[in-house]
């Protein structure tokens, strides 16, 4: 049964899905437009569409299993229930969004406080009947691991407020003063300009454990950077990944990290090793920070 | 799929020819009347309009509204009904652009009727009124007074 799913559709289930969406996006313009206009600019018709793309989690990779589920299930009934998901994303976001404000690490930067402001207005903003898609809200702050493009509307906001919540919970591990002082020695302007916190302290951190020491107070002397050019010498990224993931794993141990915030830490960790190999000649300056 | 691949789906012609079928009755009491070939040719013209007008229309045109709203008009002469039809239907999406779509389609084809009336059926005069002056007229759903000349504000951007 399941290998059928996955047969490429037949010409009569692909223009079945076919009139099947456009119905669909018919429906969602004459409600968009109150039924007052037949006609609706491109550009507003190609983002009602996106809507109804994103809603029903469709995309360029859909399968066959994915359409053939909407054809048995009906469009209609499929969009209403996708808008019930999406509401309980949205509660569950915005509860994020509470925790995230709620815990920010001591050292300020004004680019997050902007943003988190910015998402503040997003919960009133946020269009799921017609425009679902969209991030109504804007996003300056960068994270050490970006959420990747192909996110949407909820489904990005999301990551993202879960991905700042594990970096901000990894800087009040460490007193503010370190974590300032590891940020200052390679931007002294970091509390003003979109600058991501986690990543100077977190590798400082990590390339600290890896020499077998504690991770405070997040700062490497020259005789530190030279032991850690020597480590990665002549190494490539594939052995240096696996070294970096491994002190990732001893600092989680050391914090207290749960589960979820471990994982990120070695995902970073190992986003470190193509640098790392690079640069080892040159002092791995830019990658660990004085 | 994706978003453009969708909605250049939209607007099979045979929908705009059972809307003509529908609504072309409607007309023949003023001796306006369209063959086959005509009613072909204006649905056509309908999906060039919106190719030039940058618009998407899914379902039913404006077409037969715009034969109910103008059919009674004494400034329509038989000989031109389609062509005055195929002008007048990219006048409508055309101005809708230039209102901003901030006018209903019921709205927007009363003031063109308004109009059109008042410039003793020429499309070319439609054609040149000032946006902010069809909008005016589609809010209130009567013409302005005539213009004097001199500047006026452009409410449609407001």
New interface residues.
Partial sequence: MSDVLYLPLSPEEQTRFQTGLLELLARQTALYTSGQSSSVPLETAQELAASVLFSLKLSADSGPERCRELLGQGMEEALAQSRQVLKEKVRRCRELWTAVCAHLPETENAPMLETLNSIGTFWKRYDLRFFAHQLPCSIDYPLALPVPEERQGIDYLGLYLERLGIENEFLRRFRSPDVAAALRAGCPEFREIPLNLFEPPAANALGRTLLGRAPEPLRLSSEEYRALAARFADKGSAEIGPELASAARALSAHLGLSAGQGTYLEKFARGLAPRAAACAGDGLRGIFWG | ????E??A??LPLAQTLRELERYAPAAERFGLTLSAEQRERLARCRTEA?QKT?????????LGKLILAFCDSPNLVSSEYEETLAELQELF?SF??ECR?QV???ELILAMRLFYDRFGGSLDALAGTDRSRMYRAALTGCLPPEETGGGEEDEADE
Avoid: C, H, S, W
């Fill in positions: 799929m994706n978003p453009k969708l909605t789906r939209a919106l940058g618009r998407v229309e899914f379902g039913e045109g404006v999406y809708k652009n779509d209903t389609d019921d």
